[in-house]
């Protein structure tokens, strides 16, 4: 499990690139979200945390949008956001677990 600052630093980190794909300033991101630029600053380099409003309120201003995803479930999500090559192979298959329910595991 990371740590509040590695995950507060990744939240920043992937702000920050949405905003460059957006081509947008912080402070641009900053009024859309209805905070003050240095808070938005301080988000998108991980040195402050923020409200879940807060945080959905600057995902929608990059054209984002926040989900929970079960943790169980996070190495199929991330399978499929996986850039993939023309094997058509499914981003994961299900495998029985050894207490025989089943889980869904990325394809190596």
């Not at 926040?66 to 499929?80: D, F, G, H, T, Y």
């Amino acid at each position: 499990m990371k740590s509040e600052s590695g995950t507060l630093h990744e939240i920043g980190e992937r702000l920050r690139y949405a905003r460059l794909a957006a081509a947008m300033t912080q402070e641009q991101v900053a009024d859309l979200a209805g905070i003050s630029r240095p808070r938005y600053r301080d988000i998108e380099k991980g040195t402050a945390a923020a409200r879940a409003t807060t945080l959905m309120n600057v995902a929608r201003a990059l054209g984002l949008e926040m989900m929970l995803v079960p943790q169980a479930m996070v190495p199929a999500v991330q399978a499929l956001l996986r850039p993939h090559d023309d094997d058509d192979l499914p981003a994961f298959v299900s495998q029985p677990d050894d207490d025989d329910h089943g889980s869904s595991l990325p394809r190596t």
